[in-house]
């Protein structure tokens, strides 16, 4: 039994000039279903069913379905139409009407072929995230290159998809290749492309395209909204999910590049496509001649960018803070950010190089950055304390020249000497000065015995105090006997 949007189908069809079998084929149904009903003048229900109810849309469905025929109209469309030849019915009923009878056209594609070194598809894949140091967790990406003529396939896992890691990647691979392909197939991220308007020429990534000219490749765009144009590795990325990382545990990032490595070499490589009926290991040898010569000279895979240092002489990148000498506090700087390294220039002068870190707002100094602050903090307070020494008197310099010939800590001495001067005063210490450097006595203990010889005082007299009656005092002596003094 078929439904009367069929019956009209297959009436419309036959008044097209359309045999039975055409119209078989085309509507999916079997041959004697359609020489049954075409042979009825009216659609009518068996067993006995009362006959559809009439619509207002029923005299317009053949127009209907010849205007579906020669364009995707929208039901909308179709509605403003059918008003313009006297359809008085409602939109909801048409809406319905095309949703039944509207044919489901699938996209067709073509099979592209590649010659041997002609071509590589890239793209990136995402599998959750995974933890970093300090507890932090990063998202997790995977970076896809693979060969269309041999199905070579190179993948990567990577913290990030930004210029640096985008371009790395691709180096890493030609590297491992020994070659590079005559063409990159990419889609429109804007590591790559930058704008690609339907039917307009696409607007690639300044920093991309200098990257192909250095290694010789051209850049080829998918279309807009047109991922399958580059089949062969979105097939690539959901059979990395399937094979490799379905049901993996990542306890740490480190370990995936060992753990892909070992499986492209021992399972993807040299497995039997499924489309060239070849081991890509082994189609990969016949491709290999056909490549373009690897530019010796490696390219600066890295993202750029001005940045301002901070007062405390840091600089922020992703959270993370990295020191730079103290000359630089407050400068404009240029960063260049590799996949592992961070490195700062004033100019064209390298002023910071740091392991790059991803964790989340760790603080990263260098050693001689801080040592070079701490140095010059030091020499300012040992000149404030030589200031103050040399105001004491025209002795203070010099007795602290015969500090140094002495070879003694003289900031040491001087210090100590000048936390004299608020229990004995400035007059006190200067004349101490004065006094040692006449003696030829240099050292801060010298002055110390000074002042406090000085402070020392005999007591005063107290008043007499008689315990006995006067009279007892009332003593007469004898006179001296002077004769053992006598000659």
């Not at 990406?141 to 371009?167: I, K, Y």
């Not at 490589?269 to 290991?281: I, M």
Request: aromatic letters at 8%; proline letters at 5%; hydrophobic letters at 40%.
């Amino acid at each position: 039994m078929i439904d009367y949007a069929t019956f009209c189908r297959m009436k419309q069809t036959q008044a097209a000039g359309r045999t039975a079998p055409q119209i078989a084929q085309e509507l999916g149904l079997h041959i004697q279903t359609v020489r049954k009903w075409i042979a009825r003048e009216r659609y009518e229900r068996s067993g006995g069913a009362q006959r559809p109810r009439r619509s207002k849309l029923d005299e317009h469905k053949g127009a209907v379905v010849r205007w579906l025929d020669s364009h995707p109209f929208t039901a909308m469309q179709l509605f403003y139409k059918l008003r313009e030849q006297g359809y008085t019915g409602g939109y909801s009923i048409l809406k319905d009407y095309v949703r039944r009878i509207r044919p489901n056209r699938q996209e067709a594609f073509l099979t592209l072929k590649f010659a041997p070194g002609q071509c590589a598809q890239v793209d990136w894949g995402s599998f959750g995230s995974v933890p970093v140091e300090g507890g932090t967790r990063r998202a997790l990406s995977f970076f896809v290159m693979v060969l269309a003529h041999s199905r070579w396939l190179h993948v990567e896992f990577t913290l990030g998809q930004s210029q640096e890691w985008f371009l790395g990647c691709h180096q890493r691979a030609f590297e491992k290749l020994g070659g590079v392909p005559h063409e990159v197939m990419v889609d429109n991220c804007k590591t790559a492309v930058l704008a690609h308007a339907p039917g307009a020429a696409p607007v690639f990534n300044a920093q991309y395209l200098d990257f192909s000219r250095h290694y010789g490749f051209q850049i080829k765009a998918c279309g807009p909204h047109h991922p399958q144009s580059k089949g062969i590795v979105e097939n690539a990325v959901s059979y990395i999910k399937r094979s490799f990382l379905s049901g993996r545990e990542v306890n740490r990032f480190e370990e995936l590049a060992p753990a892909v490595s070992l499986w492209l070499d021992t399972v993807a490589n040299v497995r039997l496509h499924a489309e060239t009926h070849e081991r890509p290991v082994d189609r990969l040898a016949g491709e290999r001649p056909h490549l373009l010569a690897l530019n010796a000279q490696p390219y600066a895979a890295v993202q750029t960018r001005t940045v301002r240092a901070s007062r405390r002489c840091r600089v922020t990148v992703e959270t993370n803070r990295y020191s730079v000498p103290a000359r630089q506090a407050g400068a404009r700087l240029t960063l260049q950010l590799s996949s592992d390294r961070v490195r700062l220039y004033a100019g064209t002068v390298l002023v910071a190089d740091h392991a790059r870190r991803h964790g989340r707002r760790a603080d990263i100094e260098n050693p001689d950055h801080g040592r070079e602050l701490e140095e010059r903090k030091r020499g300012g307070a040992r000149q404030r304390l030589l200031a103050r020494f040399l105001a004491l008197t025209p002795a203070a310099g010099p007795y602290q020249g015969g500090l140094q010939e002495r070879r003694l800590n003289a900031g040491h001495h001087l210090a100590r000497i000048l936390g004299l001067v608020p229990a004995y005063g400035e007059r006190a210490v200067g004349e101490a000065i004065e006094n040692a450097h006449q003696l030829g006595a240099y050292a801060s203990d010298y002055i110390v015995n000074l002042l406090e010889q000085r402070a020392r005082r005999l007591p005063e007299a107290g008043p007499l105090l008689l315990t006995r009656a006067t009279e007892a005092l009332q003593i007469e002596l004898s006179a001296p006997d002077l004769s053992p003094y006598q000659p």
